[in-house]
């Protein structure tokens, strides 16, 4: 199975700061039709995951311009370019290149 | 607007089976793989498998193999996971997950939390 790297594990920040938080996958994500399946979703308490990011820079419906996505084949790294409240929670990463599906173990940004 | 539901919470006793139900609407059902995926706190989110209403073309984690069953009510837009023997392992919240392009989890439901107790 593709190991999904998540880091740091915890990202204490300020609101208006900028966060960036790391993936790195086991194995090289690009897919055998030259699509990379990398994805980013945002958990927050006592409610299930929403995808942010897809396909490593696609930003899904709804999702603000402050978030972004850069990187290829095994490093990734999502920025966040001025945190607000209501960005506060757990990010996780996850593949979908290779079955099975897989996830990082998730990065709670939480306030300083 | 795309909704799953699942029912909040199952009470389930040891070596006992269950099915969990994800009612969908606000798109076409058999347009798009629906995924499971099992969390448990601490343990972070596994993958159980997805399955393609049209045909129920399934595949799974081998992990999950000999765990969960997959199916689908094409006429009331309902999928469906059965997990069997269950043991305390298996307490967790279950989440079903409709895929977008790439199998990403585009739409995920609410989840249904399995306890597992006498």
């Known amino acids: 199975d593709v190991v999904m790297t998540q880091t740091p594990l915890s990202l204490p920040v300020s609101l208006g700061d900028q966060a960036s938080i790391s993936c790195r996958s086991s194995q090289s994500l690009v897919h055998s039709n030259g699509n990379t399946y990398l994805h980013w979703y945002l958990q927050k308490p006592g409610q299930s995951p929403k995808l942010l990011i897809y396909?490593?820079?696609n930003r899904f419906s709804g999702v603000p311009d402050r978030f972004s996505d850069s990187g290829s084949g095994t490093d990734f790294t999502l920025k966040i370019s001025r945190v607000e409240a209501e960005d506060l929670g757990l990010y996780f990463c996850s593949q979908s290149t290779h079955v099975p599906l897989t996830f990082g173990a998730g990065t709670k940004l939480e306030l300083k | 607007q795309v909704q799953l539901q699942q029912p909040g919470a199952e009470l389930v006793k040891p070596g006992a089976p269950v099915k969990l139900s994800c009612k969908a609407s606000?798109?076409?059902?058999?347009?798009?793989?629906m995924n499971w995926v099992k969390e448990r706190p601490g343990r972070g989110l596994e993958w159980i498998g997805r399955?393609?209403?049209?045909?129920?073309?399934?595949h799974y984690n081998q992990k999950f193999k000999d765990k969960a069953t997959l199916t689908v009510d094409k006429s009331s837009s309902t999928a469906y996971i059965q997990l069997s023997s269950l043991t305390s392992e298996d307490s967790a919240v279950y989440y079903c997950a409709r895929s977008g392009v790439g199998y990403v989890l585009a739409y995920w439901g609410q989840g249904t939390l399995v306890t597992v107790s006498a």
């Open positions: 606000g798109y076409t059902f058999t347009n798009y793989w």
């Open positions: 399955i393609d209403p049209s045909d129920s073309e399934t």
């Open positions: 396909k490593v820079s």
